[in-house]
């Protein structure tokens, strides 16, 4: 007889625990154990949550090289069945060789589950009959569990799913999470003291009351998706969204500003163009439509479509197509954690018939389709990788732009770390053209994100190694860094409501000199579409306590030495950027924190 000393380990999170019998096989490339039932000293705290265990399962001779564990668990005699959340199984052989079994799953049934040992491998490396045979069932649940739906034509496809708890277990929000966050503009009026409120259907009636209840920001461009949008109607009033051009200028201190603005996209008689030199109504009314723009194309395609929706397609297209043992998702799967969940919750209640966006923004509604339609059809691949998004737009010299600055670094910094993930893995261009795995997962992308259109550069398959670092480096980067810049200071920059005005009541000025306070402030939201939109902006930019900062993996799906390096390597790279940041903020009268490593989170989570 030969003995395997087996040690599992359950996970440190709210209930993990299981008290049902769990039991074990191993499986080797030379043969199988019995099913084990695994009992010790410990014996109803050996599965608590935190808890390490140890047991031993004999054999009559060596399995082998060991290939995969089945776990499965049975409730006690006049028990309920529960769920248990393993971290991982560590089995020592008796030749002293570690195996190491990644689970991170819930279990939750009485089935038989199958895990890999954790060295990675890519399809046509999975030699044992047994590995090839529990990889294919793991793609066909997952293609049961993971299915493609579509929200709206002219969109990105999303996860098909009635809510959070029809959800596969390990994609949902945390217990903490859970309930930390409701989705809710209550909340937000709740905390910020606005609930009397959001009643209030009438006009402010001076620019002094806004300040006593919020707080004062700006920045511009070329808001062409807007042209021709239909707005919304917003307490039974026709709303009006412009679509402005905007000319800036870069002034001897170092300063960007708007030297002229054009509210609608074609010259015309009543289409002046407002000047810092005109009358103080004038030249603020054309600024406030102009920043009300640009909370519609910064919430629908830089914030939705770019980072939200994009990102959902990615993790769902991994789950779909990538099985645990394959390097990809290994790499990816951090950055996947709670997107399903979040972007369910935001469908149903931000963007939905009666979601807050909807009833309470002047792109709510059939505009909003519009501009994400729109949207989508401007996606190229190079404005979603930073380097070439900088250049192509001629922002390389804008002074005091420190997302640009930071965002550079911080994806060189991931590119280093995919580029040694990946280099270790893929040793040749070949490699990367046989991978039908990976290539299932790209095609899913272009398909069921990019919906097949002709995006200039989207690809559709990969062919060298240069290309899967890269596209693997835009994908971590828009789930993590990317969402951090464009929704971390949603509430510093828009909570004073003249600067980012959700809606607006009139049209637009078309003779100059026409504008004073009281026209301004007939312009402005209602009451209680201020306190609305000014609640949820808060309740975006809030951070969970269980918030998952850029490179702290908490799971170890790698096994491998040199790949654990390189994750030690890259988190201490993003500590040196974060300390680099927080040195030159010191120098900065507003200090740009959305890209400090420490302040991102490593997935689309909020």
């Known amino acids: 007889m030969v003995d395997y000393e087996v040690t599992v380990y359950t996970a440190n999170r709210t209930a993990a625990t299981t008290f049902n019998n769990v039991f074990i096989k191993l499986v080797g490339t030379s043969g199988e154990s019995e099913r084990k039932w695994l009992f010790n000293l410990k014996g109803a705290s050996a599965f608590v949550r935190g808890a390490v265990a140890s047991f031993t399962v004999s054999c009559p001779m060596s399995l082998g090289k060991l290939v995969l564990v089945e776990l499965d668990k049975k409730p006690l005699l006049l028990f309920p069945e529960d769920s248990w959340f393993p971290a991982k199984v560590e089995v020592k052989s008796p030749d002293g060789d570690i195996y190491n079994f990644p689970v991170y799953r819930w279990i939750s049934d009485s089935k038989v589950h199958r895990f890999r040992e954790g060295t990675a491998l890519k399809g046509f490396e999975d030699s044992h009959h047994l590995g090839r045979y529990s990889r294919e069932q793991e793609l066909k649940q997952r293609q049961k569990d993971y299915c493609w739906d579509v929200y709206v034509e002219g969109i990105p496809h999303c996860i098909k799913t009635d809510g959070p708890s029809s959800l596969p277990p390990e994609v949902r929000f945390s217990f903490t999470k859970q309930t930390e966050f409701l989705f809710t503009a209550s909340t937000g009026l709740a905390e910020l003291k606005l609930k009397g409120l959001v009643d209030n259907k009438t006009n402010w009636t001076n620019i002094d009351d806004i300040d006593r209840v919020f707080c004062c920001n700006i920045f511009l461009c070329d808001y062409k998706r807007m042209d021709g949008v239909k707005a919304n109607t917003i307490n039974d009033e026709k709303q009006y969204l412009m679509a402005p051009l905007v000319l800036l200028h870069k002034t001897p201190d170092d300063k960007l500003m708007p030297i002229a603005i054009q509210l609608k996209q074609k010259p015309a008689e009543d289409n002046p163009i407002f000047l810092p030199s005109d009358s103080e109504y004038d030249w603020l009314m054309a600024k406030i439509f102009v920043r009300s723009a640009d909370f519609s194309e910064h919430q629908l395609n830089v914030h939705l479509l770019r980072t939200h929706l994009l990102a959902e397609v990615f993790a769902v297209s991994l789950l779909r197509n990538v099985p645990m043992v394959h390097p990809l998702h290994k790499l990816l799967i951090p950055h996947t954690r709670y997107t399903l969940q979040i972007n369910f919750l935001a469908r149903n209640r931000l963007i939905s018939e009666e979601g807050v966006f909807t009833k309470f923004s002047a792109s709510g509604g059939e505009g909003m389709i519009t501009i994400l339609r729109r949207s989508l059809s401007s996606v190229t691949y190079s404005s979603l990788c930073v380097p070439e998004d900088i250049a192509e737009r001629g922002v390389k ?22 580029r040694g993930i990946l280099t270790y893995y893929y040793k040749t261009d070949a490699e990367v053209q046989q991978d039908s795995e990976l290539q299932k997962w790209i095609l899913d992308i272009f398909e069921h994100g990019f ?32 969402h951090a810049a464009v929704n971390s200071g949603q509430f510093d920059f828009g909570s004073w409501m003249p600067n980012t005005p959700i809606s607006l009541q009139l049209p637009p000025p078309t003779k100059k000199g026409e504008a004073t306070e009281e026209t301004m402030l007939k312009t402005l939201p209602d009451v209680n579409t201020t306190v609305q939109g000014m609640a949820t902006l808060w309740l975006l930019s809030q951070q969970s306590s269980d918030f998952a900062p850029l490179g702290q993996y908490s799971e170890d799906h ?15 790279e993003l500590a040196a950027l974060s300390a680099a940041i927080k040195e030159r903020n010191k120098t900065l009268e507003v200090p740009y924190t959305y890209l400090d490593p420490e302040e991102v989170e490593n997935s689309v989570a909020i």
């Open 397 to 418: 010299d804008v002074p005091n732009f420190y997302y640009r600055d930071d965002a550079l670094r911080l994806w060189d910094t991931i590119n280093r770390f995919v």
């Open 451 to 482: 919906l097949s259109q002709p995006c200039p550069g989207i690809p559709q398959k990969l062919t060298t190694v240069d290309e899967l670092i890269k596209f693997v480096t835009m994908v971590i980067f828009t789930g993590s860094a990317q």
């Open 558 to 572: 790698f096994s491998e030495e040199t790949p654990r390096q390189m994750m030690a390597n890259f988190k201490k």
